[in-house]
């Protein structure tokens, strides 16, 4: 059978997967990721605090939107960890399946999406690639994507642009490698019950917390940074005025406005690497287990006072990080800082779980069950990993030329609903043609060749 099917391809874009919920939530993430992304560019043409222009801003819409949407990506870290583990607790062949090969298929999924964001800045261009003045110095960018570590070396020192929102996928591959090498010695090897791997999970959890706590430096100031920083703050100022110069704009800012390289580093290093991010992971793995164990004991000693106090616990979290906040309070305390992340992916897994489980249990809940399920989130959800990889750059090419140029001229509230719908479609019909034409060929084809090289051996 050839490996190019772009025909049933294309048809299996609009078939549910095994856990319908999970393409529902997912698709819901991808689509916040886009927005907060518009918003955020949006603000790059916004003077910085303490201009007036900011203060509106900040109490715009997109500004709430953008501080509720950032926490989308713990959606598809939950997600993650929870498909990882339920395959690996549920896959009658571990054994046979050898566990450097199992790393190299995922490894191998990764890169049709790097390949379509190489052939984009071959065609259009990059800024990192316009201002790198030495050929060593483009193969060392090339080679930390390639070799997923970019979420270490730091985003002001090896990066491209079009590629920023690779350092998430490197997390996920890093996790990927720990939490499959944990999960199959814990359950092939050793043999554990369902409920012993529980309490490791829970252990990993909390050590995960405790990680970020001694990461974690207090004089990064999160409530100013997060109240009246810039998205330039997440750059340094050569690459900053380099995106200005790619699209012959004015740059805004003087250098002297910009934070400094000690807490633009500290900051980074407590948003991008993998040993403070791998929480929400295990979250989704909780969840997977949980679920496994459930269905050992039929649902046993289930208790709706639980239930309706786990519920009122995530909307409470909820309605916590979607209140606007004040420019002038102090931090919360640190504590609370290093466990957000995780709470909010416990929150989020407890909501997956209520569709997820037997609808015969207590906490199924069948309403959100069938908004999640829908038919519509199903395409959306199955491409969302190329429409991550790609929308960020769609987002500053058609905003910055033509046809969206002109939308700069208007609120941020008005401005970024407008370049939604555009930007959704051109990057879904983009990320159709390669999921047809070369990731799922790709993907195909490595997988016989794995094949054929097990069976030779």
Same mark, same amino acid.
Request: proline share 3%; hydrophobic share 60%; with cysteine.
């Given at each position: 059978m050839s490996v190019f099917q772009p025909k049933e391809d294309f048809k299996s874009l609009f078939k549910p997967n095994l856990f319908s919920s999970i393409d529902g939530l997912r698709a819901l993430a991808s689509l916040s990721i886009i927005y907060v992304h518009i918003c955020q560019l949006f603000v790059l043409f916004i003077p910085m605090y303490p201009a007036k222009e900011w203060f509106n801003y900040f109490y715009s819409n997109s500004f709430l939107f953008s501080m509720i949407f950032v926490n989308s990506l713990e959606i598809f870290f939950v997600i993650s960890g929870f498909l990882l583990t339920y395959s690996i607790l549920t896959n009658k062949n571990n054994n046979e399946n050898?566990?450097?090969v199992f790393i190299l298929k995922r490894l191998l999924r990764y890169y049709p999406g790097l390949i379509l964001m190489f052939l984009y800045m071959y065609l259009f261009g990059d800024l990192e690639l316009s201002y790198l003045k030495n050929f060593k110095s483009t193969v060392s960018n090339y080679l930390v994507h390639l070799l997923f570590i970019v979420n270490y070396v730091g985003f002001d020192s090896s990066w491209f642009y079009s590629l920023r929102?690779?350092?998430s996928n490197c997390v996920d591959f890093h996790v990927y490698i720990m939490l499959t090498f944990i999960l199959r010695l814990l359950w092939i090897k050793y043999k554990l019950t369902l409920k012993q791997i529980m309490k490791i999970l829970i252990c990993l959890l909390v050590l995960s917390v405790i990680i970020c706590y001694y990461s974690f430096d207090s004089s990064i100031e999160i409530m100013k940074i997060g109240t009246r920083s810039h998205p330039f703050y997440q750059t340094n100022y050569k690459q900053s005025k380099a995106l200005f110069d790619f699209y012959n704009l004015t740059f805004p800012i003087n250098k002297s406005e910009f934070i400094d390289h000690y807490k633009l580093s500290n900051l980074v290093k407590f948003y991008a690497p993998t040993h403070v991010r791998y929480g929400s992971f295990i979250s989704g793995s909780i969840l997977a287990t949980k679920l496994l164990i459930n269905k050992e004991e039929n649902f046993i000693n289930e208790n709706r006072i639980k239930k309706y106090f786990y519920w009122i616990l995530s909307l409470f979290l909820f309605i916590i990080i979607s209140l606007r906040p004040n420019m002038n309070q102090s931090d919360p305390? &640190? &504590? *609370?800082?290093?466990?957000?992340?995780q709470l909010i992916s416990i929150a989020i897994a407890y909501i997956l779980y209520t569709t997820l489980v037997d609808k015969k249990s207590i906490y199924y809940n069948k309403y959100l069950n069938t908004i999640l399920s829908s038919k519509v989130f199903i395409p959306i959800s199955k491409l969302s990993y190329l429409v991550y990889l790609i929308h960020l750059r769609?987002?500053?090419?058609?905003?910055?030329n033509e046809p969206?140029?002109?939308?700069?001229?208007y609120h941020i509230d008005i401005a970024s609903p407008i370049c939604f719908p555009f930007i959704?479609?051109?990057s879904q019909i983009i990320a159709v043609c390669w999921y047809?034409?070369?990731e799922q060929p790709f993907i195909r084809l490595t997988n016989r060749? *794995?094949?054929?090289s097990k069976k030779n051996k």
């Open positions: 050898n566990f450097f929102n690779n350092w305390p &640190i &504590i *609370l800082i290093c466990s957000i992340r769609l987002i500053t090419d058609l905003i910055n969206l140029r002109r939308t700069k001229k959704l479609i051109i047809c034409l070369v060749l *794995l094949i054929i």
